[in-house]
């Protein structure tokens, strides 16, 4: 199974390489992998707090930063799908 992945680290914190986010994405489509969906996209964004907590305020509107944001795939494509703070 192919997969799109894009990562943008918005950030100088401390977070995981390039190869160690490849290698949870690559055990994950492992685990996936007889699902019967198209090609599936995945956007990991790698932010400070500051922005954790306006992406956490916008989309579930609660203060404070949270480690994990997801969206589902059916939401208009102007919409991202997935925001990660990772620290």
Same mark, same amino acid.
């Given at each position: 199974?192919?997969?799109?992945?894009?990562?943008?680290?918005?950030?100088?914190?401390?977070?995981?390489?390039?190869?160690?986010?490849?290698?949870?994405?690559?055990?994950?489509?492992?685990?996936?992998?007889?699902?019967?969906? #198209? /090609?599936?996209? +995945? @956007?990991?964004?790698?932010?400070?707090?500051? !922005?954790? *907590?306006?992406?956490?305020?916008?989309?579930?509107?609660?203060?404070? #930063? /949270?480690?994990? +944001? @997801?969206?589902?795939?059916?939401?208009?494509? !102007?919409? *991202?799908?997935?925001?990660?703070?990772?620290?």
């Amino acid at each position: 199974m192919n997969i799109l992945l894009s990562v943008d680290r918005t950030t100088d914190v401390a977070s995981p390489t390039d190869a160690t986010l490849q290698g949870w994405v690559s055990h994950t489509l492992t685990q996936t992998a007889s699902l019967p969906e #198209p /090609t599936p996209e +995945l @956007s990991i964004r790698i932010t400070d707090n500051d !922005e954790a *907590a306006d992406l956490n305020q916008t989309y579930r509107a609660k203060a404070g #930063p /949270t480690n994990v +944001l @997801s969206f589902p795939a059916d939401v208009p494509a !102007e919409t *991202a799908l997935a925001y990660w703070e990772i620290w």
